[in-house]
């Protein structure tokens, strides 16, 4: 098991831009299939970006595509979350995950290690 622990998150407007980083310790995060998921109140978890171990293969919900962009860093043994362009409906808690599992990232059943989450609101 690692252990995640995830920041910046914060209280923008709408249009501004926020850096989420998910620092990994008890392992490396090249090892890890690592993902961002967000739940809203009321809502379930669902999938924001995901980055495949060891490559820089990436994935990205709907919603965010275009606008959200997932990155590792092996130095930092971290990953990051750029979200540019946020919106009101971006508003929501931001978890990390990290998996060693095969199959889908935007599975979240996938996903055995878990951060506390940062909180992002976006004011309209």
């Known amino acids: 098991q690692v252990q995640l622990v995830e920041s910046g998150g914060g209280l923008v407007q709408a249009g501004d831009s926020l850096r989420l980083s998910c620092v990994v310790s008890?392992?490396?995060?090249?090892?890890?299939?690592m993902g961002w998921f967000r739940q809203a109140p009321g809502k379930e978890r669902e999938f924001v970006a995901g980055?495949?171990?060891?490559?820089?293969?990436?994935y990205y919900g709907d919603s965010v595509k275009g606008r959200f962009t997932i990155s590792r860093d092996n130095a930092k043994n971290s990953v990051a979350l750029q979200m540019n362009s946020l919106k009101p409906e971006d508003t929501a808690l931001y978890y990390c995950?990290?998996?060693?599992?095969?199959?889908?990232?935007?599975?979240?059943?996938?996903?055995?290690?878990w951060g506390q989450g940062t909180q992002v609101t976006v004011s309209s």
């Open positions: 995950g990290a998996t060693r599992q095969y199959g889908d990232m935007q599975t979240m059943s996938k996903y055995n290690n």
């Open positions: 008890g392992g490396a995060v090249d090892n890890y299939r």
């Open positions: 980055i495949e171990w060891a490559v820089t293969l990436t």
